[in-house]
Protein backbone atom coordinates (compact mmCIF):
# COMPACT_ATOMS: atom_id res chain seq x y z
CA UNK A 1 0.00 0.00 0.00
CA UNK A 2 1.10 3.54 -0.73
CA UNK A 3 0.72 6.76 1.32
CA UNK A 4 1.15 9.94 -0.93
CA UNK A 5 2.66 12.83 0.90
CA UNK A 6 1.50 16.09 -1.03
CA UNK A 7 -1.00 14.25 -3.05
CA UNK A 8 -2.98 17.39 -4.11
CA UNK A 9 0.23 18.80 -5.46
CA UNK A 10 1.63 18.89 -8.67
CA UNK A 11 3.50 15.54 -8.48
CA UNK A 12 0.68 14.44 -6.16
CA UNK A 13 -2.12 14.74 -8.62
CA UNK A 14 0.28 13.30 -11.27
CA UNK A 15 1.49 10.15 -9.33
CA UNK A 16 -2.59 9.34 -8.79
CA UNK A 17 -2.72 9.43 -12.40
CA UNK A 18 -0.26 7.17 -12.52
CA UNK A 19 -1.16 4.27 -9.75
CA UNK A 20 -2.90 2.21 -12.28
CA UNK A 21 0.37 1.11 -13.78
CA UNK A 22 1.11 -0.62 -10.37
CA UNK A 23 -0.37 -2.85 -8.21
CA UNK A 24 -0.41 -0.53 -5.48
CA UNK A 25 -3.65 0.81 -3.25
CA UNK A 26 -3.61 3.56 -1.38
CA UNK A 27 -3.28 3.30 2.32
CA UNK A 28 -3.21 7.68 2.89
CA UNK A 29 -3.73 10.75 0.49
CA UNK A 30 -2.47 13.94 2.47
CA UNK A 31 -2.70 17.72 1.81
CA UNK A 32 -1.68 21.34 3.64
CA UNK A 33 -4.48 23.29 3.19
CA UNK A 34 -6.60 22.83 0.21
CA UNK A 35 -9.64 20.46 1.52
CA UNK A 36 -11.72 20.83 -1.69
CA UNK A 37 -9.13 18.90 -3.89
CA UNK A 38 -8.84 16.60 -0.93
CA UNK A 39 -12.02 15.65 -0.29
CA UNK A 40 -12.37 15.01 -4.49
CA UNK A 41 -9.81 12.62 -4.06
CA UNK A 42 -11.57 10.88 -1.35
CA UNK A 43 -14.17 10.10 -3.05
CA UNK A 44 -12.44 8.98 -6.18
CA UNK A 45 -9.93 6.89 -4.44
CA UNK A 46 -11.10 6.16 -1.27
CA UNK A 47 -7.97 6.14 0.70
CA UNK A 48 -8.08 4.46 4.07
CA UNK A 49 -6.63 7.67 5.49
CA UNK A 50 -6.73 11.35 4.59
CA UNK A 51 -4.61 13.46 6.53
CA UNK A 52 -5.01 17.63 6.42
CA UNK A 53 -3.33 20.30 8.36
CA UNK A 54 -5.85 21.91 10.53
CA UNK A 55 -8.84 20.44 12.95
CA UNK A 56 -11.16 22.52 11.26
CA UNK A 57 -10.70 21.32 7.82
CA UNK A 58 -10.45 17.79 9.30
CA UNK A 59 -13.86 18.39 10.64
CA UNK A 60 -14.84 19.41 6.87
CA UNK A 61 -13.88 16.10 5.75
CA UNK A 62 -15.25 13.91 8.72
CA UNK A 63 -18.72 15.15 8.05
CA UNK A 64 -18.43 14.70 4.04
CA UNK A 65 -17.49 10.82 4.22
CA UNK A 66 -20.20 10.44 6.83
CA UNK A 67 -22.91 12.24 4.21
CA UNK A 68 -20.99 10.11 1.15
CA UNK A 69 -20.50 7.06 3.64
CA UNK A 70 -16.94 6.79 2.78
CA UNK A 71 -14.68 4.60 5.16
CA UNK A 72 -11.83 6.84 4.63
CA UNK A 73 -10.65 8.04 8.73
CA UNK A 74 -10.08 11.49 8.26
CA UNK A 75 -6.66 12.43 11.35
CA UNK A 76 -5.07 15.97 11.09
CA UNK A 77 -1.52 17.76 11.51
CA UNK A 78 1.99 16.42 11.95
CA UNK A 79 0.97 13.11 14.12
CA UNK A 80 -1.50 12.25 11.10
CA UNK A 81 1.59 12.50 8.56
CA UNK A 82 3.56 10.33 11.00
CA UNK A 83 1.05 7.93 11.32
CA UNK A 84 0.56 7.52 8.03
CA UNK A 85 4.28 7.61 6.46
CA UNK A 86 5.48 4.56 9.62
CA UNK A 87 2.13 2.34 9.28
CA UNK A 88 2.98 -1.28 9.37
CA UNK A 89 0.67 -1.73 5.90
CA UNK A 90 2.24 0.91 4.18
CA UNK A 91 5.20 -0.12 2.00
CA UNK A 92 5.66 2.74 -0.41
CA UNK A 93 5.60 6.06 0.56
CA UNK A 94 5.83 9.32 -2.40
CA UNK A 95 7.47 12.31 -0.41
CA UNK A 96 5.92 14.96 -2.83
CA UNK A 97 5.03 17.39 0.54
CA UNK A 98 6.89 20.80 -0.38
CA UNK A 99 9.48 22.30 1.94
CA UNK A 100 11.21 21.27 4.94
CA UNK A 101 7.63 20.52 6.09
CA UNK A 102 8.65 17.09 4.43
CA UNK A 103 11.30 16.47 6.45
CA UNK A 104 9.70 14.56 9.54
CA UNK A 105 7.39 12.54 7.68
CA UNK A 106 9.81 11.43 5.11
CA UNK A 107 12.13 10.50 8.02
CA UNK A 108 9.81 8.57 9.78
CA UNK A 109 8.77 6.33 6.53
CA UNK A 110 12.91 5.66 6.44
CA UNK A 111 13.04 5.11 10.18
CA UNK A 112 10.44 2.20 9.40
CA UNK A 113 12.08 0.94 6.45
CA UNK A 114 9.51 1.75 3.48
CA UNK A 115 10.20 2.21 0.10
CA UNK A 116 10.56 6.15 -0.50
CA UNK A 117 9.83 7.43 -3.62
CA UNK A 118 11.15 11.36 -3.62
CA UNK A 119 10.51 14.02 -5.10
CA UNK A 120 11.18 16.23 -2.15
CA UNK A 121 14.48 17.24 -1.80
CA UNK A 122 14.57 19.88 0.91
CA UNK A 123 14.65 16.99 3.33
CA UNK A 124 17.36 15.30 1.41
CA UNK A 125 19.13 18.32 1.32
CA UNK A 126 18.35 18.83 5.01
CA UNK A 127 19.03 15.77 6.69
CA UNK A 128 21.93 14.49 4.18
CA UNK A 129 23.98 11.54 5.04
CA UNK A 130 22.09 10.92 8.36
CA UNK A 131 18.60 10.05 6.24
CA UNK A 132 21.35 7.39 3.98
CA UNK A 133 22.76 6.05 7.10
CA UNK A 134 19.39 5.72 8.79
CA UNK A 135 18.52 3.98 5.45
CA UNK A 136 20.92 1.70 5.62
CA UNK A 137 19.84 0.20 9.41
CA UNK A 138 16.31 -0.21 8.67
CA UNK A 139 16.19 -0.90 4.70
CA UNK A 140 14.60 1.68 3.39
CA UNK A 141 15.27 2.33 -0.18
CA UNK A 142 15.14 5.83 -1.27
CA UNK A 143 14.00 6.20 -5.47
CA UNK A 144 14.52 9.44 -6.36
CA UNK A 145 11.44 11.09 -8.47
CA UNK A 146 13.33 14.23 -9.08
CA UNK A 147 14.12 14.21 -13.19
CA UNK A 148 17.80 14.37 -12.85
CA UNK A 149 18.37 12.02 -10.04
CA UNK A 150 16.00 9.74 -11.66
CA UNK A 151 17.54 9.39 -14.79
CA UNK A 152 20.87 9.08 -12.98
CA UNK A 153 18.94 5.82 -11.41
CA UNK A 154 17.89 4.58 -14.91
CA UNK A 155 21.62 5.16 -16.63
CA UNK A 156 22.76 2.97 -13.38
CA UNK A 157 20.30 0.38 -13.59
CA UNK A 158 20.52 -0.14 -17.50
CA UNK A 159 23.83 0.02 -17.09
CA UNK A 160 24.04 -2.71 -14.64
CA UNK A 161 25.43 -0.60 -11.91
CA UNK A 162 23.96 -2.77 -8.63
CA UNK A 163 23.90 -1.01 -5.27
CA UNK A 164 25.56 -1.57 -2.35
CA UNK A 165 23.52 -0.65 0.85
CA UNK A 166 27.18 -1.16 2.68
CA UNK A 167 28.85 1.50 1.71
CA UNK A 168 25.92 3.51 -0.23
CA UNK A 169 27.69 2.86 -3.37
CA UNK A 170 26.57 2.06 -7.18
CA UNK A 171 30.25 0.47 -8.09
CA UNK A 172 32.98 2.55 -7.91
CA UNK A 173 32.43 3.12 -11.75
CA UNK A 174 31.02 6.63 -12.26
CA UNK A 175 33.74 9.13 -13.14
CA UNK A 176 32.18 12.29 -13.03
CA UNK A 177 28.33 13.14 -13.99
CA UNK A 178 26.36 16.14 -15.84
CA UNK A 179 23.00 17.34 -14.76
CA UNK A 180 20.90 19.68 -16.83
CA UNK A 181 19.27 22.81 -15.91
CA UNK A 182 16.60 24.61 -18.33
CA UNK A 183 18.00 28.12 -17.00
CA UNK A 184 14.54 28.84 -16.31
CA UNK A 185 12.95 32.06 -17.46
CA UNK A 186 15.55 34.51 -17.50
CA UNK A 187 17.74 32.94 -18.71
CA UNK A 188 20.61 35.72 -20.47
CA UNK A 189 18.86 38.62 -18.09
CA UNK A 190 20.86 41.13 -17.04
CA UNK A 191 21.02 42.18 -13.35
CA UNK A 192 19.10 45.26 -13.65
CA UNK A 193 16.60 43.39 -15.53
CA UNK A 194 16.71 40.39 -13.12
CA UNK A 195 15.86 43.28 -10.83
CA UNK A 196 12.31 44.57 -12.45
CA UNK A 197 11.06 40.94 -12.75
CA UNK A 198 7.65 40.59 -11.21
CA UNK A 199 5.99 37.26 -9.61
CA UNK A 200 3.84 35.80 -12.29
CA UNK A 201 7.13 36.35 -14.55
CA UNK A 202 8.84 34.13 -12.32
CA UNK A 203 6.52 31.13 -11.91
CA UNK A 204 6.05 30.95 -15.09
CA UNK A 205 8.83 28.07 -16.35
CA UNK A 206 9.34 27.87 -19.99
CA UNK A 207 9.00 23.95 -19.89
CA UNK A 208 8.27 21.91 -16.74
CA UNK A 209 4.80 22.99 -15.11
CA UNK A 210 5.49 23.00 -11.46
CA UNK A 211 4.03 23.89 -8.06
CA UNK A 212 5.03 27.82 -7.00
CA UNK A 213 8.27 27.53 -4.75
CA UNK A 214 10.30 24.97 -7.29
CA UNK A 215 8.83 27.46 -9.86
CA UNK A 216 10.84 30.33 -8.34
CA UNK A 217 13.54 28.10 -7.17
CA UNK A 218 14.23 27.58 -11.18
CA UNK A 219 13.94 31.04 -11.72
CA UNK A 220 16.90 31.72 -9.04
CA UNK A 221 18.63 28.25 -9.89
CA UNK A 222 18.44 27.16 -6.23
CA UNK A 223 16.97 24.53 -7.78
CA UNK A 224 19.97 23.17 -9.45
CA UNK A 225 21.83 23.89 -6.48
CA UNK A 226 20.20 21.87 -4.17
CA UNK A 227 19.94 19.02 -6.69
CA UNK A 228 23.83 19.32 -6.84
CA UNK A 229 23.56 18.56 -3.44
CA UNK A 230 20.69 16.02 -3.70
CA UNK A 231 22.86 13.78 -6.12
CA UNK A 232 25.91 14.28 -3.97
CA UNK A 233 24.00 12.85 -1.06
CA UNK A 234 22.06 10.20 -2.94
CA UNK A 235 24.98 8.82 -5.04
CA UNK A 236 27.56 9.41 -2.85
CA UNK A 237 29.69 11.76 -5.16
CA UNK A 238 31.89 14.87 -3.84
CA UNK A 239 30.70 18.37 -5.45
CA UNK A 240 33.51 18.31 -7.95
CA UNK A 241 31.94 15.36 -9.57
CA UNK A 242 28.82 16.88 -10.73
CA UNK A 243 28.76 19.10 -13.64
CA UNK A 244 25.91 21.18 -14.60
CA UNK A 245 24.82 22.46 -18.57
CA UNK A 246 22.29 24.25 -19.35
CA UNK A 247 20.20 22.70 -21.77
CA UNK A 248 16.75 25.17 -22.64
CA UNK A 249 15.17 22.31 -24.02
CA UNK A 250 15.13 19.92 -21.04
CA UNK A 251 14.98 17.07 -23.16
CA UNK A 252 18.60 15.31 -21.78
CA UNK A 253 18.14 15.20 -18.43
CA UNK A 254 21.53 13.73 -17.11
CA UNK A 255 24.95 11.93 -18.19
CA UNK A 256 26.98 9.43 -16.73
CA UNK A 257 30.46 9.62 -17.66
CA UNK A 258 31.92 6.48 -16.69
CA UNK A 259 35.67 5.08 -15.41
CA UNK A 260 36.40 3.53 -19.05
CA UNK A 261 35.52 7.03 -20.60
CA UNK A 262 31.40 6.35 -22.01
CA UNK A 263 29.27 8.55 -21.34
CA UNK A 264 25.29 7.15 -20.97
CA UNK A 265 22.82 9.54 -21.52
CA UNK A 266 18.99 9.86 -20.50
CA UNK A 267 16.72 11.67 -22.24
CA UNK A 268 12.57 12.41 -22.46
CA UNK A 269 10.11 14.38 -23.13
CA UNK A 270 9.78 16.94 -19.83
CA UNK A 271 7.28 14.75 -18.62
CA UNK A 272 7.25 14.12 -14.76
CA UNK A 273 4.98 11.14 -15.20
CA UNK A 274 8.04 9.29 -17.01
CA UNK A 275 9.75 9.72 -13.81
CA UNK A 276 7.03 9.16 -11.60
CA UNK A 277 6.22 5.76 -13.39
CA UNK A 278 9.58 4.83 -13.24
CA UNK A 279 10.33 5.81 -9.50
CA UNK A 280 6.83 3.30 -9.40
CA UNK A 281 7.52 0.99 -11.05
CA UNK A 282 11.39 0.88 -10.37
CA UNK A 283 13.11 -1.34 -11.18
CA UNK A 284 11.06 -2.74 -13.58
CA UNK A 285 10.17 -0.39 -16.47
CA UNK A 286 6.28 0.09 -17.56
CA UNK A 287 4.55 1.57 -20.64
CA UNK A 288 3.41 5.02 -20.19
CA UNK A 289 2.31 7.14 -23.47
CA UNK A 290 4.51 9.56 -23.75
CA UNK A 291 4.94 12.66 -26.48
CA UNK A 292 8.59 11.18 -27.99
CA UNK A 293 7.31 12.45 -31.19
CA UNK A 294 7.03 15.81 -30.60
CA UNK A 295 10.67 16.31 -29.26
CA UNK A 296 13.24 19.03 -30.62
CA UNK A 297 16.09 16.42 -31.42
CA UNK A 298 17.67 18.97 -33.92
CA UNK A 299 17.70 21.73 -31.39
CA UNK A 300 19.43 20.45 -28.21
CA UNK A 301 22.14 23.29 -27.02
CA UNK A 302 24.17 22.71 -24.31
CA UNK A 303 26.63 24.85 -22.09
CA UNK A 304 28.11 24.80 -19.26
CA UNK A 305 28.10 27.25 -16.06
CA UNK A 306 30.26 29.80 -16.06
CA UNK A 307 31.69 31.05 -12.82
CA UNK A 308 29.56 33.27 -10.41
CA UNK A 309 27.12 33.37 -12.92
CA UNK A 310 24.10 32.11 -10.65
CA UNK A 311 24.34 33.51 -6.95
CA UNK A 312 22.12 30.84 -5.38
CA UNK A 313 23.55 28.11 -7.24
CA UNK A 314 27.18 29.13 -5.85
CA UNK A 315 25.51 29.35 -2.51
CA UNK A 316 24.36 26.20 -2.58
CA UNK A 317 27.71 24.64 -3.23
CA UNK A 318 29.32 26.85 -0.56
CA UNK A 319 26.55 25.21 2.01
CA UNK A 320 27.35 21.73 1.32
CA UNK A 321 31.09 21.94 1.15
CA UNK A 322 30.64 23.78 4.88
CA UNK A 323 28.26 21.00 5.39
CA UNK A 324 26.61 20.50 9.20
CA UNK A 325 23.70 22.35 9.57
CA UNK A 326 24.56 24.42 7.01
CA UNK A 327 22.59 22.81 4.23
CA UNK A 328 19.05 23.50 6.17
CA UNK A 329 20.31 27.26 7.31
CA UNK A 330 20.79 27.36 2.93
CA UNK A 331 17.03 25.99 2.78
CA UNK A 332 15.23 27.90 5.33
CA UNK A 333 17.04 31.14 4.79
CA UNK A 334 15.56 30.01 0.55
CA UNK A 335 11.98 28.99 1.64
CA UNK A 336 11.23 32.16 3.60
CA UNK A 337 12.83 34.23 1.05
CA UNK A 338 10.90 32.83 -1.76
CA UNK A 339 7.56 33.16 0.48
CA UNK A 340 8.24 37.22 0.64
CA UNK A 341 9.20 37.35 -3.05
CA UNK A 342 5.60 35.68 -3.73
CA UNK A 343 4.21 37.97 -1.39
CA UNK A 344 5.81 40.97 -3.18
CA UNK A 345 7.66 41.72 0.05
CA UNK A 346 11.35 41.48 -1.65
CA UNK A 347 12.57 41.76 -5.08
CA UNK A 348 13.58 39.10 -7.02
CA UNK A 349 17.46 39.51 -7.00
CA UNK A 350 16.97 39.94 -2.85
CA UNK A 351 16.75 35.70 -2.68
CA UNK A 352 20.41 35.42 -2.68
CA UNK A 353 21.96 38.62 -0.72
CA UNK A 354 18.71 36.80 1.97
CA UNK A 355 20.51 33.36 1.91
CA UNK A 356 23.62 34.46 2.30
CA UNK A 357 23.28 36.98 5.19
CA UNK A 358 22.03 33.84 6.78
CA UNK A 359 25.11 31.72 5.70
CA UNK A 360 27.53 34.34 6.92
CA UNK A 361 25.41 35.12 10.33
CA UNK A 362 23.90 31.91 11.94
CA UNK A 363 26.53 29.29 14.04
CA UNK A 364 26.79 26.11 11.73
CA UNK A 365 26.90 22.91 13.92
CA UNK A 366 26.56 18.87 13.21
CA UNK A 367 24.05 17.86 11.79
CA UNK A 368 23.49 15.50 14.83
CA UNK A 369 19.55 14.56 15.00
CA UNK A 370 16.46 15.58 12.86
CA UNK A 371 15.51 17.40 16.15
CA UNK A 372 18.54 19.64 16.11
CA UNK A 373 18.82 20.03 12.40
CA UNK A 374 14.41 21.31 12.77
CA UNK A 375 15.56 23.69 15.64
CA UNK A 376 18.18 24.97 13.21
CA UNK A 377 15.61 25.90 10.72
CA UNK A 378 13.06 27.28 13.10
CA UNK A 379 16.05 29.78 14.42
CA UNK A 380 17.18 30.75 10.89
CA UNK A 381 13.29 31.23 9.84
CA UNK A 382 12.83 33.12 12.73
CA UNK A 383 16.49 35.46 11.69
CA UNK A 384 15.42 35.58 8.45
CA UNK A 385 12.26 37.23 9.15
CA UNK A 386 13.86 39.62 11.20
CA UNK A 387 16.14 40.65 8.85
CA UNK A 388 13.60 41.03 6.43
CA UNK A 389 11.39 43.69 9.06
CA UNK A 390 14.19 45.49 9.48
CA UNK A 391 15.61 46.09 6.25
CA UNK A 392 12.32 46.32 4.05
CA UNK A 393 9.93 48.07 6.28
P1 LIG B 1 3.09 21.84 -4.99
O1 LIG B 1 3.19 23.16 -4.35
O2 LIG B 1 2.33 21.70 -6.25
O3 LIG B 1 2.44 20.79 -3.95
C1 LIG B 1 2.87 20.72 -2.63
C2 LIG B 1 2.09 19.70 -1.83
O4 LIG B 1 2.57 19.74 -0.47
C3 LIG B 1 0.58 19.97 -1.76
O5 LIG B 1 -0.12 18.74 -1.71
C4 LIG B 1 0.40 20.69 -0.41
O6 LIG B 1 -0.87 20.48 0.15
C5 LIG B 1 1.48 20.01 0.43
N1 LIG B 1 2.02 20.90 1.48
C6 LIG B 1 2.48 22.16 1.33
N2 LIG B 1 2.91 22.66 2.51
C7 LIG B 1 2.71 21.68 3.43
C8 LIG B 1 2.91 21.60 4.84
N3 LIG B 1 3.44 22.63 5.54
N4 LIG B 1 2.57 20.45 5.47
C9 LIG B 1 2.03 19.41 4.79
N5 LIG B 1 1.80 19.43 3.45
C10 LIG B 1 2.14 20.55 2.78
O7 LIG B 1 4.58 21.30 -5.16
P2 LIG B 1 5.15 20.29 -6.26
O8 LIG B 1 5.55 21.05 -7.46
O9 LIG B 1 4.27 19.11 -6.40
O10 LIG B 1 6.52 19.86 -5.55
C11 LIG B 1 6.51 18.97 -4.44
C12 LIG B 1 7.95 18.55 -4.14
O11 LIG B 1 8.46 17.83 -5.28
C13 LIG B 1 8.91 19.74 -3.93
O12 LIG B 1 9.82 19.42 -2.93
C14 LIG B 1 9.61 19.88 -5.27
O13 LIG B 1 10.92 20.40 -5.15
C15 LIG B 1 9.66 18.44 -5.74
N6 LIG B 1 9.72 18.32 -7.21
C16 LIG B 1 8.69 18.77 -7.96
C17 LIG B 1 8.77 18.69 -9.35
C18 LIG B 1 7.63 19.16 -10.21
O14 LIG B 1 7.70 18.97 -11.44
N7 LIG B 1 6.59 19.73 -9.67
C19 LIG B 1 9.92 18.16 -9.96
C20 LIG B 1 10.96 17.70 -9.14
C21 LIG B 1 10.86 17.79 -7.76
MG1 LIG C 1 14.84 18.47 -11.11
Known amino acids: ?46 PSYAVIKSKNDAEYLKQLCDKKKISTKILSGESGLTYVSSHKRVSHVLSAIVGAAALRPTFNAVKAGKKILLANKESLVMSGSLMIRTAK ?8 IDSEHNAILQIITAHGSTYNSKNNKYKDDIDHLYITASGGPFLNY ?13 IKHPTWSMGKKISIDSATMMNKGLEVIEACILFNLKPSQINILIHPQSILH ?65 ALKLGGSAPTILNAANE ?7 QNKIKFTDIPVIIDQAL ?34
Not at 190 to 202: D, E, G, P
Not at 271 to 279: K, P, T
Not at 336 to 342: G, H, I, K, R, S
Open 336 to 342: VAVENFL
Open 360 to 393: KNIKITKAQSIKSLLLCDEHTREYVKRYIDNKWK
Open 254 to 318: AMVHFCDGSIISHMSAHDMRIAINYALTWPERKSLKSNIKKLPLKELFFRKTKKNEFKCLDLCIK
Open 190 to 202: SQSQLKRVTVSQA
Open 1 to 46: MISILGSTGTIGVKTLSLLSNTDLKIFALTAHTNKKLLANQIIKYN
Open 137 to 144: KTGAIIVP
